[in-house]
């Protein structure tokens, strides 16, 4: 494929809808609709987008027996989804101290430690370029049973090998959610 451009179709408060235009294998000019949170795209590079904007939190109890879900009402979907806690980077935090603001503020729980920092992944490969760090790490403390903020309706809970089995087979979750959590569930 041969990208030839982009070009702006929409600024929203939180994202920007594009047009990326490029040319098939076969000659054929295509059309891409996308969003991401950059502003001002404008090359390919733009697209590749270097900036990582986003942390998801794999969090274990001290343990190691339980892995810690959000039930969360998502708009965009119109139902609760499963998911991990998430959310952005604030400008001037590190990865680190974004997810441990981040779980406290959806969970209630601190960040104990943190295990691993797995490397730069895209939200939504299909139609956006936002990308995130994914930190593994030990949660710990009292969960909050509801969350503090009246634009988010999240229920944290933990859940172990089974529990997370059984949800699996019933209810939606978020795409890089369930295939971790397949994973956790049969180990």
Not at 53 to 77: G, S
Not at 143 to 153: G, Q, V
């Amino acid at each position: 494929m041969k990208f030839n451009g982009v070009r702006k179709i929409h600024e929203g408060r939180f994202i920007t809808r594009y047009d990326v235009s490029y040319t098939t294998a076969k000659g054929h000019e295509k059309i891409y609709e996308m969003i991401s949170r950059n502003r001002d795209i404008k090359t390919l590079e733009d697209l590749n987008n270097p900036a990582v904007e986003a942390v998801v939190l794999v969090m274990f109890d001290e343990k190691h027996e339980r892995i810690l879900l959000d039930r969360e009402f998502r708009l965009a979907t119109g139902c609760y989804v499963y998911n991990f806690p998430a959310g952005l980077i604030d400008p001037g935090e590190t990865p680190e101290e974004s997810a441990g603001r981040e779980l406290f503020e959806e969970t209630g729980l601190k960040l104990l430690s943190v295990e691993d920092i797995i490397g730069e992944s895209y939200s939504a490969v299909g139609f956006s370029n936002e990308k995130n760090l994914t930190i593994v790490g030990t949660a710990g403390g009292v969960l909050r049973k509801e969350n503090d903020s009246e634009f988010e309706e999240i229920i944290p809970a933990w859940y172990t090998k089974e529990e997370v089995a059984e949800l699996l087979k019933k209810y939606p979750f978020a795409g890089r959610t369930q295939a971790f959590c397949y994973m956790f569930s049969i180990s």
